[in-house]
């Protein structure tokens, strides 16, 4: 009997391919069907997974049966990929980063307009939840009006992989992390970006980024601070934000975390300085006994609906994406003035050029 499920195939069945393969499994509405990959080993690794494995991409496309090509290739190829799979009709999901440049996404998005079909880019970061409750944060003013916002990911693994070290194949940190928490800021904060500044990080001496540090000033007042590391033996909290009547920390992705806001109910008693170093501080001194309240991390915002479950809606013609491709270009628009404040060592405020 003819299954009513979608049909993807895998494009590239190598860490995050193999991953897709269990995302999918857990959608009663999407199976696989199959993989395609060039090398050898990962074919036979994909047969091993019970999944057929296509000889040639030529073959995938030519299949019918296939609605969805699922792109999980080194970045370069994503382009290639995502417009032939659409000029045979086929759907596709693409891994972050979408592409090389913005150039090459709007040829991928006109395919996809050409063509009818539905192009939707795995933003999968956007359902972290540690992100979300700083979403929640920032909508519910749980510390008050945010002002400054810092998002770190850090390593001490360096660079992993093969291609991720290759300039022309679309390594390094900022396309890699840099992509997921510049989304997850443009996705959370609704206003114009206004200003940025960056420095990449050349340390263990590839051609890429081994890590970067930008500041983004936006509109409405929120500065955020993004820094990517991969020589971090010690690591920075995920995320540190102020807001004007408090400021939250949440250390890692076990959500270790707290919120510390001013209380209001308490009357406002001076501080007592403090040694601290060789000197005396009244400044720097903790807040004075019951001036402040300590509290664990709220809820997460919630999203509508999971990645997949939103993809298979969106084919169906149900809803609308969670991942809007205007979203994902504004992002790579970004990234490219990123690239420019380093490469420049100038502050970028053109953002008609840049379109963020
Ligand atoms: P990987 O090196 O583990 O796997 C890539 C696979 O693609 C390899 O098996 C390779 O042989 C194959 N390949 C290369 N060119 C191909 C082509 N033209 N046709 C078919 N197969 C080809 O890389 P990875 O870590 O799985 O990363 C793949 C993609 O997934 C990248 O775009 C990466 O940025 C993204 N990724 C996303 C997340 C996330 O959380 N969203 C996490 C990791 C990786």
């Known amino acids: 009997m003819r299954s009513n499920k979608h049909t993807v195939v895998i494009v590239g069945y190598g860490g995050m391919g193999s991953y897709h393969g269990q995302l999918i499994s857990e959608n009663p509405n999407l199976e696989v069907a199959g993989t395609f990959d060039l090398l050898e080993g990962r074919r036979k690794a994909s047969v091993e997974a019970g999944y057929k494995a296509y000889e ?28 032939r799979a659409l000029e045979a009709g086929k759907h596709v999901v693409c891994e972050k980063p979408v592409a090389m440049s913005s150039s090459e996404f709007k040829d991928m998005i006109a395919a996809a307009d050409k063509a009818g079909r539905v192009l939707m880019v795995h933003q999968n970061r956007r359902w972290d939840e540690d992100f979300r409750i700083i979403k929640q944060m920032h909508e ?16 001490a693994n360096g660079i992993p992989g093969d291609w991720r070290h290759v300039k022309a194949q679309g390594g390094g940190m900022l396309l890699d992390w840099g992509v997921h928490l510049l989304d997850q800021l443009l996705f959370m904060i609704d206003s114009r970006v206004t200003s940025v500044s960056s420095t990449l990080s050349f340390i263990l001496g590839n051609d890429v980024d081994d890590g970067f540090e930008a500041v983004l000033q936006f509109e409405n007042g929120i500065k955020a601070i993004v820094e990517v590391g991969t020589t971090n033996f010690i690591t920075l909290p995920r995320w540190y934000v102020k807001g004007l009547e408090g400021s939250a920390v949440i250390e890692d992705w076990s959500l270790t975390g707290r919120i510390v806001t001013r209380n209001r109910e308490s009357e406002h008693r001076e501080p007592t300085p403090i040694r601290a170093g060789v000197g005396l501080t009244k400044t720097m001194a903790p807040p004075s006994e019951g001036s402040t309240i300590t509290a664990g991390l709220p809820p997460a915002a919630e999203l509508p609906d999971g990645f997949y479950s939103n993809f298979v809606a969106v084919i169906e013609g149900t809803a609308e994406p969670i991942v809007k491709n205007a979203e994902v270009l504004r992002v790579q628009n970004l990234i490219e ?15 008609d050029t840049y379109g963020v």
């Not at 519910?140 to 390593?155: K, M, P, Y």
């Open 56 to 83: 040639s991409y030529e073959e995938v496309l030519a299949d019918p049966a296939v609605e969805v090509v699922l792109i999980a290739t080194p970045n370069d190829v994503h382009k290639e990929i995502a417009v």
């Open 337 to 351: 003035a990123i690239f420019a404040a380093a490469e420049k060592n100038e502050v970028i405020k053109d953002f």
């Open 140 to 155: 519910s003013d749980t510390i008050g009006a945010l002002f400054q916002i810092e998002s770190r990911v850090h390593g």
